[in-house]
């Protein structure tokens, strides 16, 4: 069975972008791999983070992968600097990667550029940490969106490297997109993609806002004057943008939901949408209430770290002898 990794930050509570692009679709693909799903809490602190609010917000990403239907029979849940040969193949990985292939990434110039007090190395080198993180466990399969595309391809060509000045060990993980719903836009601003951090709240809708705050976020949601409901992301934008969350959360075609709102008005299709969010999300943030106040989350950690644990090791202690670290171990 091949392997498939993922990993999410703990930066603050996904939004439902999130949720259809990424975390609904592990549901059902964790069956068909040997799957591993990480927190990575190293990769947060490239930025300043407050250290119980980091704590806490490890603790609801691990709840929200848990209510989002990860099933820890078949799957291993697990924080990552509760491992520490991700730090340790990170710096493996660190010491054969380049500052000019490290400065090009788009996301340390993004990032780079908003920090006032000074810019963290990390900012710089975390890349080769991500690399780590997916090679550690031989990962075959990687799901990301479109803006993780150009780190995967840096790990690729770290693996590459790595595989060709030591040993043939590490395994070339190819990229897998989201089969759906990869695209989910501001309700705003719907050019743009939806985020967490926009500082506009009712532009997304957050996997933990309560159904009144939701139904008003939706039902404000940016549209158009034309008054039809009819997918066309060229000049309709935002009605394609609710067709598509729709879609994704009905299990419908966008063409079955056109005809049955066929005459309709926006403000009807509107309370729809809010509707089919709601209910979505209702039981989920049911689910996570329970994994959030009960022993079972830690114990599901703790497992998920050993299990984690035993596999990044052994993959650790092949790299290091691989590099001509310490004395040789079998």
Same mark, same amino acid.
């Given at each position: 069975?091949k392997?498939?990794?993922?990993?999410?930050q703990?930066?603050?509570v996904?939004?439902?972008?999130?949720?259809?692009?990424a975390?609904?679709?592990?549901?059902t693909?964790?069956?068909d791999?040997e799957?591993?799903?990480?927190i990575?809490?190293?990769?947060?602190?490239?930025?300043? #983070?407050?250290r119980?609010?980091?704590?806490?917000?490890?603790?609801?990403?691990a709840?929200?992968y848990?209510?989002?239907?990860?099933?820890?029979?078949?799957?291993?849940?697990?924080?990552?600097?509760?491992?520490?040969a991700?730090?340790?193949?990170?710096?493996?990985m #660190?010491?054969?990667?380049?500052?000019?292939?490290?400065?090009?990434?788009?996301?340390?110039k993004?990032?780079?550029?908003?920090?006032?007090?000074?810019?963290?190395?990390?900012?710089?080198t975390?890349p080769p940490?991500?690399?780590?993180?997916?090679?550690?466990?031989?990962?075959?399969?990687?799901?990301?969106?479109?803006?993780?595309?150009?780190?995967?391809?840096?790990?690729?060509?770290?693996?590459?490297?790595?595989?060709?000045?030591y040993n043939?060990?590490?395994?070339?993980?190819?990229?897998?997109l989201?089969?759906?719903?990869?695209?989910?836009?501001?309700?705003?601003e719907?050019?743009?993609?939806?985020?967490?951090?926009?500082?506009? #709240?009712?532009?997304?809708?957050?996997?933990?806002?309560?159904?009144?705050?939701?139904?008003?976020?939706?039902?404000?949601?940016?549209?158009d004057?034309e008054?039809?409901?009819r997918?066309?992301?060229?000049n309709?934008?935002?009605?394609?943008?609710?067709l598509?969350?729709v879609s994704?959360?009905?299990?419908?075609?966008?063409?079955?939901?056109?005809?049955?709102f066929?005459g309709?008005?926006?403000?009807e299709?509107k309370?729809?949408?809010?509707?089919?969010?709601v209910?979505?999300?209702?039981?989920f #943030?049911?689910?996570y209430?329970?994994?959030?106040?009960?022993?079972?989350?830690?114990?599901?950690?703790?497992?998920?770290?050993d299990?984690?644990?035993?596999?990044?090791?052994?993959?650790?202690t092949?790299?290091e002898n691989?590099?001509?670290l310490g004395?040789?171990?079998?």
């Amino acid at each position: 069975m091949k392997t498939l990794f993922s990993g999410i930050q703990p930066s603050g509570v996904p939004t439902i972008a999130n949720y259809i692009g990424a975390i609904k679709q592990f549901q059902t693909m964790q069956y068909d791999y040997e799957s591993y799903f990480c927190i990575v809490d190293q990769h947060a602190i490239t930025v300043p #983070q407050d250290r119980l609010k980091l704590r806490e917000r490890t603790r609801q990403l691990a709840a929200i992968y848990l209510a989002s239907g990860i099933d820890t029979t078949h799957s291993t849940l697990f924080i990552q600097s509760e491992v520490p040969a991700h730090a340790q193949a990170g710096w493996l990985m #660190q010491c054969i990667s380049y500052i000019g292939e490290l400065e090009r990434m788009t996301q340390f110039k993004d990032k780079s550029s908003k920090q006032q007090d000074g810019i963290s190395a990390a900012l710089l080198t975390y890349p080769p940490l991500m690399a780590a993180d997916i090679l550690l466990y031989g990962t075959d399969i990687v799901p990301v969106g479109d803006d993780q595309k150009q780190h995967l391809e840096l790990t690729r060509n770290l693996a590459e490297r790595f595989n060709s000045k030591y040993n043939d060990i590490l395994t070339i993980p190819e990229v897998k997109l989201p089969e759906y719903g990869a695209r989910i836009k501001s309700l705003q601003e719907p050019t743009k993609k939806m985020s967490k951090s926009d500082s506009n #709240q009712k532009s997304f809708v957050s996997l933990l806002d309560p159904p009144k705050q939701i139904e008003k976020k939706i039902k404000s949601a940016v549209t158009d004057s034309e008054g039809i409901i009819r997918y066309d992301k060229e000049n309709k934008p935002g009605v394609s943008n609710l067709l598509d969350i729709v879609s994704v959360l009905k299990d419908a075609t966008v063409e079955s939901i056109e005809k049955d709102f066929e005459g309709v008005q926006y403000g009807e299709f509107k309370s729809f949408v809010a509707e089919v969010v709601v209910d979505e999300l209702t039981p989920f #943030q049911e689910r996570y209430e329970h994994y959030m106040n009960s022993e079972e989350l830690d114990h599901i950690l703790d497992k998920g770290r050993d299990q984690a644990n035993m596999k990044a090791q052994k993959m650790l202690t092949k790299m290091e002898n691989a590099m001509g670290l310490g004395r040789k171990r079998k």
